[in-house]
């Protein structure tokens, strides 16, 4: 069974940074992408970044790029970090964890990924 398990959230002031861990219990060989979503309040789940897992290639969404990067474990490659810099108070919301298995090439989308975490909440406060 495939299990995401997130942690690292908190409650931090703006301008702080955090970094995010999420432990997977996926075979790596089997992963094509490895992603972080996150859903404030009252708002649709949106993309922040992806990890392809093969070659080790990031991609960002607009709102993070330059601010926020996305890493993984070098030695058990079972962990996917998101780290988070210059937060800002609407980065608050819960983050998620994602992993595609199946073929392709997106990654951007919710329905892009086969399996999810629990999540971990993110607070900014300005």
């Known amino acids: 069974q495939v299990q995401l398990v997130e942690s690292g959230g908190g409650l931090v002031q703006a301008g702080d940074s955090l970094r995010l861990s999420c432990e997977a219990s996926?075979?790596?060989?089997?992963?094509?992408?490895m992603g972080w979503f996150r859903q404030a309040p009252g708002k649709e789940r949106e993309f922040v970044a992806a990890f392809r897992w093969t070659t080790g290639s990031p991609n960002y969404a607009a709102a993070v790029e330059g601010r926020f990067t996305i890493s993984r474990d070098t030695v058990k490659r079972k962990i996917l970090y998101l780290h988070m810099n210059d937060l800002k108070p609407e980065d608050t919301a819960v983050y998620y964890c994602?992993?595609?298995?199946?073929?392709?090439?997106?990654?951007?989308?919710?329905?892009?990924?086969?399996?999810w975490g629990q999540g971990t909440q993110v607070t900014v406060s300005s």
């Open positions: 996926i075979h790596t060989l089997s992963t094509n992408f």
């Open positions: 994602a992993a595609r298995i199946r073929h392709g090439s997106t990654f951007s989308g919710e329905r892009d990924y086969d399996y």
